[in-house]
């Protein structure tokens, strides 16, 4: 890994802005501090973020241009690539839909009971390796436990569903990660024994939900810290909780063996940790060859990160952002006793851009079929800022180089390569999926 971290950060902050869209959790203080949102139920809803669904995409590459493959979609959260050539599509108020043929199905595949407040939601969707022999699709989501309370603390939880034909099948559902929900008077991880099998959304924001399969057959699972609170950031340098992390895990909820920090118990949240100190890892995408996870990590004050998650590397939330110490850490212990190990301590971000209060990072995927330099760059977009970009790396991960690539993008928030190696993405605001395709 290359660069550095710097080794003080020097803030100067007229103003700022609550970061706007489906991932982006805004300024961590401000919200902790009780001050007024003006973030919409969700990604799209708002003059800050995203563009008008009208607005074209403009791709700044001679050769490409973009196909919509199926719209009106509502909410559209994430998609998955079926083998037979049907596209599932998560929306953020709990249901799935599927798409044969370019046509979006009337009956959705699952409707799940969901809590959506502002950037809660059904946000992860991914189907198993050997989906065509066993049906099975995975989700994650924010569970609702007091539907009197919506905007109280929640839960997260990691499920798997078997597929009858084009719906899921009734009574298939079983529980991954995230068995213990609480109830009104105990809604929070913190509420139950450490090391629970919990995944908290306390705070508004934050939630995580990147599924992803290797093709050694193990699913990484991205979690946000989920934080109503500053002090509850530093979940994501606690190995015994769930939250701020890649997690990996086999297909039955368990940790595999060759995990970094495996103790032996396969049901232990520390042993299914890959790697942590993680914000929100809204979406990433592996590495072919390498199957390591880049992860887009929306930031907090000032920088959105790229980030490359090697196993057992802790890379820095709370006490860490950008490049840099995050504002105000040296005066929390646990950063404290980070900073005296020193900047080897935490693996610096493979990229950073700066966040002045309208920017919400979202990871991508792996180009595969598209002429050099494109083919091997990974595709990333930011939602709030409705554009696309890609970079590049050398043979030992090094950044070569970052291009902006297309703008106008009518919020994309998730980027995927497709069974022919090109990049999709939905468009929250457009409600659409698309494909930017090389036409040479």
Request: glycine fraction near 14%; proline fraction near 8%; aromatic fraction near 12%.
């Amino acid at each position: 890994m290359s660069g550095g971290w710097v080794a003080a950060f020097v803030v100067v902050l007229s103003a700022c802005f609550l970061i706007l869209g489906a991932c982006a959790g805004g300024n961590d203080d401000r919200e902790s501090s009780g001050s007024a949102s003006a973030s919409p139920t969700a990604p799209g809803n708002s003059s800050d973020g995203g563009s008008a669904a009208a607005t074209p995409t403009i791709i700044a590459v001679q050769g490409f241009e973009e196909v919509t493959v199926v719209s009106g979609l509502d909410q559209p959260t994430n998609f998955a690539f079926a083998p037979d050539g049907r596209i599932f599509i998560a929306g953020q108020q709990g249901d799935v839909r599927i798409v044969r043929d370019g046509v979006l199905l009337p009956t959705a595949f699952v409707e799940l009971t969901v809590n959506s407040f502002k950037q809660r939601g059904l946000f992860g969707l991914a189907l198993d390796p050997d989906f065509e022999a066993n049906g099975y699709v995975y989700l994650y989501f924010t569970l609702e436990h007091d539907a009197a309370n919506p905007s109280g603390p929640k839960m997260n939880r990691l499920i798997r569903v078997t597929a009858d034909g084009d719906v899921a099948a009734p009574g298939s559902e079983i529980v991954l990660l995230g068995s213990v929900v609480g109830d009104p008077s105990h809604s929070f991880c913190e509420d139950f024994p450490s090391g629970s099998d919990c995944l908290p959304a306390d705070g508004c924001c934050h939630v995580g939900g990147g599924l992803r399969f290797a093709p050694d057959g193990t699913l990484f699972v991205a979690t946000g810290d989920g934080a109503s609170t500053i002090e509850l950031r530093f979940r994501s340098q606690n190995l015994d909780s769930l939250a701020g992390k890649m997690l990996r895990i086999n297909p039955d909820g368990s940790a595999p063996a060759d995990n970094p920090y495996f103790t032996g118990d396969p049901a232990a949240n520390r042993s299914k940790v890959w790697a942590y100190g993680l914000r929100e890892p809204f979406r990433f995408g592996l590495q072919p060859g390498t199957a390591l996870p880049f992860i887009g990590d929306v930031g907090g004050l000032f920088w959105e990160e790229i980030n490359i998650a090697y196993p057992g590397v802790n890379l820095g939330w709370p006490c860490y952002e950008g490049q840099g110490r995050h504002y105000g850490a040296e005066q929390y212990p646990i950063c404290e006793t980070l900073f005296l190990e020193g900047p080897d301590a935490v693996a610096p971000p493979l990229h950073t851009y700066p966040n002045p209060g309208n920017r919400a990072v979202i990871g991508g995927d792996f180009a595969l079929t598209y002429p050099e330099p494109y083919a091997g760059a990974y595709f990333f977009g930011d939602w709030a800022q409705s554009t696309i970009s890609y970079l590049t790396v050398d043979d030992d991960n090094n950044l070569i180089d970052v291009q902006e690539f297309a703008t106008g993008a009518g919020g994309p928030v998730a980027l995927k390569t497709g069974p022919d190696g090109e990049i999709y993405y939905l468009a929250w605001n457009a409600g659409e999926l698309r494909h930017i395709r090389w036409a040479g």
